[in-house]
């Protein structure tokens, strides 16, 4: 994301640079320590929900040491909590939604001593007597191709090879991520909305190109495609796939992202695996069909169960994704699907809480229902997070989770699986 607003920038403005505070474990101290030496007119930081208490104090902190910088935010917590950042004064903007487009119109406004934003789509901001003004949302770009690629150049590669990557198994150090489309039509009601509903794709020529630019320039031998649907629209899928097998680059695909299990088909399987594909994740959420009508996915689960057998007798290892916690969710459903993950042929699985991010249904249905929801960010850790949504006690659930992983995890066949 990050790389994406810069390569946008520095077309007009070619004094670009991109720190990562995760790859260099750099704390909001040290971070501005490189800003300060850096000097930048304008800084943008991009967080996730957990992330925003270290967003607010980096903001705090550069603006304490250079004070005439101007701090943007952005990327997946701004966009649903525009109202909660901007009334930090240390943050000038909010750029919301994909801001490739609105980044690059701020920076040329800032260029050429603009005060009036009210034309700006997608931008949050301050007047100068201090009233907050949230302008009009940005259509999201439809023409993915016509986008140019990351500003893969702005990192240093090597850093990033020793770093969890959507888990710890991976084939090569050297890997890269890669986006080949955006968002996803289904509404479940805990996901995010940050690409829209709208299902936008780039075309296989173009996400085949860019991975030519990655093996040739930058010595890149594994993909992790982060498409939060890859498999919607097959038959690109399967265009991305035989292009892969034809180039023969030998590259290892994974996808930690998930694959949506009940239309993925054994044709495509069977060309990702000839391309290189060795692992992947389907999520399932909840083996529970009423369970499964409350989140609004209305996976067809039997489907499900067929092709994560057909997907695992490839030789390819596969990881299930389930959320333990929904709104009426009863031990009982919780125990029912434990018991279908441990009897599935999934490799690996993880069983989160259900977290009630900001922007999604869930998070308006529990508002409405009067639930007292944490107001520290820090709380929706995706890990550790005590958030319990459900009528089962919080201490039944932490128990039931620890059975999940024993169940899961002690069974002969299965670490033999995992073995081989």
């Known amino acids: 994301g990050v790389m994406m607003v810069a390569s946008l920038a520095r077309e007009r403005h070619p004094d670009v640079h991109v720190l990562d505070m995760k790859v260099e474990g750099w704390t909001p101290e040290q971070c501005c320590d490189a800003l300060e030496r850096l000097r930048p007119d304008v800084v943008g930081l991009s967080a996730m929900t957990y992330e925003a208490g270290c967003m607010h104090a980096v903001a705090k902190e550069i603006k304490r040491r250079l004070p005439g910088v101007v701090v943007a935010c952005g990327g997946p917590h701004p966009s649903v909590a525009d109202g909660d950042v901007i009334a930090d004064p240390a943050v000038d903007f909010v750029v919301r939604g994909e801001g490739e487009v609105t980044f690059q119109e701020l920076l040329d406004g800032l260029a050429a001593g603009r005060a009036d934003w009210s034309d700006c789509a997608g931008l949050t901001w301050r007047e100068a007597g201090g009233d907050v003004v949230r302008n009009p949302d940005r259509p999201p770009p439809q023409d993915l191709s016509a986008l140019p690629f990351p500003a893969w150049d702005l990192i240093d590669h090597a850093k990033y090879r020793s770093v969890p990557r959507g888990g710890v198994i991976y084939a090569h150090p050297e890997f890269a991520t890669m986006f080949s489309s955006r968002a996803c039509p289904w509404r479940c009601t805990y996901c995010h909305n940050s690409y829209g509903k709208t299902f936008r794709e780039r075309s296989a020529e173009h996400v085949l190109a860019e991975i030519d ?42 996808f930690p992202n998930g694959f949506r299990g009940d239309i993925l088909d054994e044709e495509l399987v069977d060309l990702l695996v000839d391309a290189g594909m060795y692992r992947c994740m389907v999520a399932v959420e909840s083996a529970v069909p009423r369970i ?42 919780m ?72 169940r899961f995890y002690l069974s002969p066949r299965r670490l033999l699986r995992i073995f081989r």
């Open 213 to 254: 630019l990655l093996v040739r320039e930058h010595g890149v031998k594994e993909l992790v495609f982060m498409d939060d649907i890859f498999n919607f629209r097959p038959e690109r899928a399967k265009t991305i796939a035989r292009g892969l097998i034809e180039r023969d680059y030998g590259l290892a695909l994974t």
């Open 335 to 406: 125990e029912a699907t434990i018991d279908w993950a441990a009897e599935s042929s999934f490799h690996t699985a993880a069983f989160f809480r259900v977290i009630p991010f900001k922007g999604t249904e869930l998070f308006e249905q529990v508002q409405h229902a009067g639930y007292d929801l944490p107001t520290d960010w820090s709380a929706y850790e995706p890990y550790e997070t005590d958030i319990n949504l459900s009528a089962v006690p919080e201490r039944l659930i932490f128990r039931l989770r620890k059975r999940a992983y024993r």
């Open 292 to 333: 499964q009508k409350v989140m609004q996915k209305n996976l067809k689960i039997d489907k499900v169960r067929s092709i994560v057998d057909y997907i695992a007798s490839k030789g390819v290892m596969v990881h299930g994704a389930f959320m333990l916690g929904f709104p009426t969710e009863t031990s009982g459903e």
